[in-house]
């Protein structure tokens, strides 16, 4: 008997067991059933990855079903909620047993560490592209939002940054001497739910860091109609990215290069006091538009702002 | 300036207004932002589109759009939720920008119909393929399932079968008199919403005809762990599809095609009179597993059971 499009779902993907209790109806029947206890709003958002376009063919199956649920879960923390479930359409190109049983294998051990439970999907046959819907719950009106920085606000990164970007840069062919973290870090990013908890509250705007710092603070800088001052030599660097930027003088690298998924966020210097998230602070927010970018005493011209489509 | 992904997504879908009460925050942030009101739990569907899979390349992208919310539309009602939201994923070749207005206009046209709003989405480069997650309200432990069909319950359908399926057949090169009606079912597919909302507390089982009667009701008696008799007499078809029935010989077709998108639905015979909904009462629900579809007073063999990828 050829696998059916149903059993493929059924064999793979239900052998979770339903553990949210915010879930009322998992995987088959025309939609799921969700509750959202009293006081809080539901988090939504999507993400799609494309083979060849973000990510290589021949990938880890294993490694991609991490990193698409870890990127869509990314944007969950960002927002301060709590996951809570997903939904995945899968278009695939042959029904191939080991790459959905990694892939699935990769999805769903990344799900049950945060109690997110698989609730439905698509899965329909064409050239291989993930598409992931998450979905979390967030205290009434508290949601960390892109469009609340103020003047003033000190400017934090959780974790560090531009090891993504050159696992990268590893991947198509830079040598690193001890590549391994920096691999680990672009195959198989850590969402940072656990800090968008924290900083509930605390927090003025927050996002995670997809396409790059300097992308991606831009969003929160226009959104918030404020400009900021980063300091370069403040920024979160690993010894290995400190190696790359020795060796190709390529400073900009941990600005532009994306797949971090750490958290920017900006407090308030009254209650940076509050803070409890391990995190660096890296400037300060400022009245006057734009991002300016202090590199040994003097602003530097920031020549790419992330990486977008179709540009 | 090329197109950014951002200008993008802002130029052709950002142009609705938020209208619906539960939408708290809309189109970009991280995350959207929806309020799920009291007594009620929140219905999660998604349906992806390929092209050459799901559509033939060069539809009309008004009818594609429309087409694609639909089909989530149509998932909502048959469990008898009230649509709320929508996200949706594009993966596009290229920005074509004739396309995409198009697209948009029939995709927004119909979320305006019914109060739904676009509340975020994706845009990737790649291959055509569309996917979109919808959301509705339904009041607390009343959905609408698969799999509470009882003996005895009597078998509805709303409107009529095979018609898109003709619409398919006439794309395809069938010569048909009066061709209109049926490409109109196939290209711009009515999602049953009212009908779902007012089945709460009237139907037992309810599912929405994607993948043609046979095969969805299949999925009805499967859940529910019962039989149906069908009668083919009793199946509401229209003047087109019982003259190309005639021309061909080809009774089978209104049960094993696809994209109807009416509801199958059953009701306990005591409850029977509380039907507001138009529709036609098609067969019984027995104990005995199996689907048993009577045509001239005998059994008649089902050779296809719906369309299925990968089969």
């Known amino acids: 008997m050829p696998l059916t499009e149903f059993s493929l779902i059924q064999r793979f993907f239900t052998r979770?067991?339903?553990?949210?209790?915010?879930?009322?109806?998992?995987?088959?029947d025309d939609c799921a059933l969700l509750s959202v206890p009293d006081g809080y709003e539901l988090a939504v958002t999507t993400d799609t990855m494309v083979e060849n376009v973000h990510f290589f063919a021949g990938t880890d199956p294993e490694e991609l079903g991490h990193k698409l649920l870890a990127v869509n879960l990314s944007d969950l923390a960002s927002m301060g909620a709590k996951p809570i479930s997903v939904m995945l359409a899968l278009t695939l190109p042959k029904v191939d047993e080991p790459w959905l049983s990694g892939f699935a294998q990769g999805f769903l051990a990344l799900a049950e560490r945060y109690?997110?439970?698989?609730?439905?999907?698509?899965?329909?046959?064409?050239?291989?592209?993930?598409?992931?819907?998450?979905?979390?719950?967030?205290p009434k009106g508290k949601a960390l939002r892109r469009s609340c920085a103020k003047q003033g606000d000190f400017i934090y990164l959780t974790g560090s940054l531009g090891d993504a970007g050159l696992g990268l840069k590893i991947i198509r062919g830079y040598h690193c001497a001890y590549p391994d973290a920096a691999l680990t870090r672009f195959n198989r990013p850590n969402p940072q739910v656990a800090a968008g908890l924290a900083l509930i509250g605390i927090a003025n705007a927050?996002?995670?860091?997809?396409?790059?710092?300097?992308?991606?603070?831009?969003?929160?800088?226009?959104?918030?109609?404020?400009g900021a001052r980063l300091d370069w030599e403040a920024l979160p660097l690993s010894d290995a990215v400190r190696a790359y930027i020795y060796g190709t003088g390529d400073w900009l690298m941990p600005l532009t290069a994306g797949d971090d998924y750490e958290l920017c966020f900006t407090v308030s210097p009254e209650k940076a006091a509050l803070l409890t998230v391990d995190c660096t602070k890296i400037g300060v927010i400022e009245?006057?538009?734009?991002?300016?970018?202090?590199?040994?005493?003097?602003?530097?011209?920031?020549?790419?702002?992330?990486?977008?489509?179709f540009s």
């Open 115 to 138: 109690s997110v439970d698989l609730i439905g999907g698509d899965t329909t046959s064409g050239p291989l592209t993930l598409t992931v819907q998450a979905m979390g719950l967030v």
């Open 16 to 28: 979770q067991r339903v553990k949210n209790p915010s879930t009322r109806l998992g995987i088959g």
């Open 206 to 226: 927050c996002i995670d860091l997809s396409d790059g710092l300097a992308g991606d603070l831009g969003h929160i800088l226009e959104q918030s109609r404020v």
């Open 287 to 309: 009245a006057a538009p734009g991002l300016r970018l202090y590199k040994s005493g003097a602003v530097q011209p920031l020549t790419s702002k992330g990486y977008e489509h």
